[in-house]
């Protein structure tokens, strides 16, 4: 099985980007955030045609909004609600062989400093609504998957420079202490880790500031996909698009993808 994320930033605007990925990738689950559109203007029809019958979709006007599309059945959905505000940020749904999260965790705003930036504020309280989540609500024997754009780079090897980003918001200490204790919640597997070494650069995201974004690989790695560890001997391969950054009018983020064997 085949499951891929993407921040695809505007899925009416991106459709055909997301049938250049269903025809390069062929995923069998795709998890999209920020599709920018309430759930009446969603292109359903569109992925309906490209196979994905099965759709679970929570959208808004202009801001946020995620999406699981599957060639899968699902045995039940689930739409959440975090930190007291109804943003279209966390979906979930149930398959056969594991339970489905997909988050977009705020941004943060540019100030790392939650008492003068809500934006901050909201951010690190999301995160840890997400682990006590986790934490109360399921067991780590349990087979779950968590995708989407957490929108923080843990490791020094997630940015182009750990001592330059050590102040901006997305690579900060206090986010990627937050971000631990997430993943510590389930004793979850980061998959892009579990096949890339730590000390290798690995990279998500491309800001559209930088004009020539390969040259210059000023990138982090924003973009996840988490496993619980019995789903951990599952995990055959990870894959980067690297190349849609480069495609016309991109995302700034490009699809991630994993394969399990089930």
Sequence with gaps: MRVLTWNINSVRLRMPMLRRVIKEADPDIICLQETKTPDEHFPLQDVIDEGYAHTHIHGMKSY????????????DTKT??????????????????????????????????????????????????????????YKADHPMVAVGDFNIAPFENDVWSHKQLLKVVSHTPIEVEKLSAMKASLDWVDTARHFVPEEEKCYTWW???????????????????????????CLKSYNILREARDWVKPSDHVPVMIDLDL
């Design 64 to 75: 946020n909004g995620v999406a699981i599309l599957s060639r899968i059945p699902f045995a």
């Design 207 to 233: 800001s559209y500031r930088n004009r020539d974004w390969k040259k210059s690989n000023r990138g982090r790695r924003l973009d996840h996909i988490w496993v619980t560890r019995p789903l951990e001997p």
């Design 80 to 137: 959440y609600h975090r930190v007291g505000r109804e943003d279209c940020r966390h979906i979930a749904v149930e398959l056969a062989q594991f339970e489905l999260h997909n988050l977009y965790i705020p941004a943060g705003g540019d100030e790392p400093d939650p008492t003068v930036n809500d934006k901050f504020a909201h951010k690190l309280g999301f995160v840890d609504e997400m682990a006590d989540s986790f934490r109360t609500n």
